[in-house]
């Protein structure tokens, strides 16, 4: 349900995997979320 809410919202499909709640290192969900795109000096 939730796939399907997002894809007639947003018009794109989305791949979902579920996982227990503190099952994946934190590292892991913050380094995929964040990105940073400043310039380098």
């Not at 399907?4 to 919202?9: E, G, S």
């Not at 018009?11 to 709640?21: A, P, T, V």
């Not at 099952?23 to 995929?32: E, F, G, S």
């Given at each position: ?19 227990d ?9 913050k ?11």
């Amino acid at each position: 349900k939730l796939v399907q809410q997002l894809r007639l919202k947003t018009g794109l499909r989305y791949n979902l995997e579920f996982h227990d709640y503190g099952t994946l290192p934190r590292y892991d969900v913050k380094a995929k979320r964040f990105k940073d795109l400043r310039p380098k000096e």
